[in-house]
């Protein structure tokens, strides 16, 4: 829905079909005609669309609908906010969405007004640059209305990372090792055990909940502590909770759960 807004937004009246309600399938055939690609999907979503009206007229008009795309044989149902998106979902499922995205922005004045997201130089590439991602993904099991992405615990979290792992006991391996610290009376103990907090900490602050929220997050952040020293690599982050913004910084070695010689 989201795309389709985009690609609707000041769409020329010539583009978009004096006579159709679809305006999303006037511009994908429009393009369609002078973009092979675009052509392709156009023909994939009109068998769709037959598909879906023959289907009306069967009397078990419920069975459900199989799937387009060559790469598998499996057939989800198409819900009505899928087939109300069709276009955008077909080309998005054969990952060619981006290809089409970028074509019709490098074409942008046929189709668009000069003060169009797609026409504007900087916002349209980036929008076409942002559908390489999900492009990319296999849509082999798509999620239903009653599904939700749910993050993993921050004890999760905690194991993934390996962070308290080198610290905590494994007492057998069939139990999981508990999110908390647990102190060691041996030589040195103290310093390992604050160590072992401060990392666990900062991997529960990755975590969004209810308090925080990660707001950003980008690997490899060069960081020079002192003038004499060589930049260190780390993980910088900005979190948001109810009354400020934090903003983190990590090195590599802490994260990774060793921190070796270093200071």
Same mark, same amino acid.
């Given at each position: 829905?989201? $795309?389709?807004? /985009?690609? #609707?937004?000041?769409? =020329?009246?010539?583009? *978009?079909?004096?006579?159709? &309600? @679809?305006?999303? %399938?006037?511009?994908?055939?429009?393009?369609?005609?002078?973009?092979?690609?675009?052509?392709?999907?156009?023909?994939?979503?009109?068998?769709?669309?037959?598909?879906?009206?023959?289907?009306?007229?069967?009397?078990?008009?419920?069975?459900?609908?199989?799937?387009?795309?060559?790469?598998?044989?499996?057939?989800?149902?198409?819900?009505?906010?899928?087939?109300?998106?069709?276009?955008?979902?077909?080309?998005?499922?054969?990952?060619?969405?981006?290809?089409?995205?970028?074509?019709?922005?490098?074409?942008?004045?046929?189709?668009?007004?000069?003060?169009?997201?797609?026409?504007?130089?900087?916002?349209?590439?980036?929008?076409?640059?942002?559908? $390489?991602?999900? /492009?990319? #993904?296999?849509?082999? =099991?798509?999620?239903? *209305?009653?599904?939700?992405? &749910? @993050?993993?615990? %921050?004890?999760?979290?905690?194991?993934?990372?390996?962070?308290?792992?080198?610290?905590?006991?494994?007492?057998?391996?069939?139990?999981?090792?508990?999110?908390?610290?647990?102190?060691?009376?041996?030589?040195?103990?103290?310093?390992?055990?604050?160590?072992?907090?401060?990392?666990?900490?900062?991997?529960?602050?990755?975590?969004?909940?209810?308090?925080?929220?990660?707001l950003y997050g980008k690997n490899n952040v060069l960081v020079q502590p002192k003038d004499d020293l060589e930049a260190i690599p780390g993980y910088l982050s900005l979190h948001q909770s109810a009354d400020s913004l934090t903003l983190k910084w990590t090195p590599n070695q802490l994260m990774n759960g060793t921190l070796g010689d270093s200071e």
């Amino acid at each position: 829905g989201v $795309v389709e807004a /985009c690609l #609707l937004h000041m769409l =020329k009246r010539r583009a *978009a079909g004096f006579l159709r &309600t @679809d305006k999303v %399938a006037a511009l994908f055939t429009k393009v369609g005609k002078t973009y092979a690609v675009a052509g392709d999907i156009c023909k994939k979503v009109q068998e769709l669309q037959q598909q879906v009206e023959s289907r009306k007229h069967q009397p078990n008009g419920q069975e459900p609908l199989k799937r387009q795309g060559s790469t598998t044989s499996k057939a989800p149902v198409l819900t009505p906010q899928a087939i109300k998106h069709i276009w955008v979902r077909t080309a998005l499922i054969e990952k060619v969405l981006d290809k089409i995205v970028q074509y019709i922005v490098d074409n942008c004045s046929k189709y668009y007004e000069k003060e169009a997201l797609l026409a504007d130089p900087v916002c349209g590439p980036i929008l076409a640059s942002l559908l $390489v991602g999900p /492009c990319a #993904l296999e849509y082999t =099991k798509l999620k239903t *209305a009653d599904h939700y992405w &749910t @993050d993993p615990s %921050a004890d999760e979290l905690v194991q993934r990372h390996r962070i308290h792992g080198v610290h905590g006991r494994q007492d057998s391996p069939s139990k999981r090792p508990a999110l908390g610290i647990r102190k060691r009376h041996s030589s040195g103990s103290t310093s390992e055990d604050r160590f072992a907090a401060s990392a666990r900490e900062y991997v529960e602050s990755l975590h969004q909940n209810s308090r925080t929220h990660l707001l950003y997050g980008k690997n490899n952040v060069l960081v020079q502590p002192k003038d004499d020293l060589e930049a260190i690599p780390g993980y910088l982050s900005l979190h948001q909770s109810a009354d400020s913004l934090t903003l983190k910084w990590t090195p590599n070695q802490l994260m990774n759960g060793t921190l070796g010689d270093s200071e």
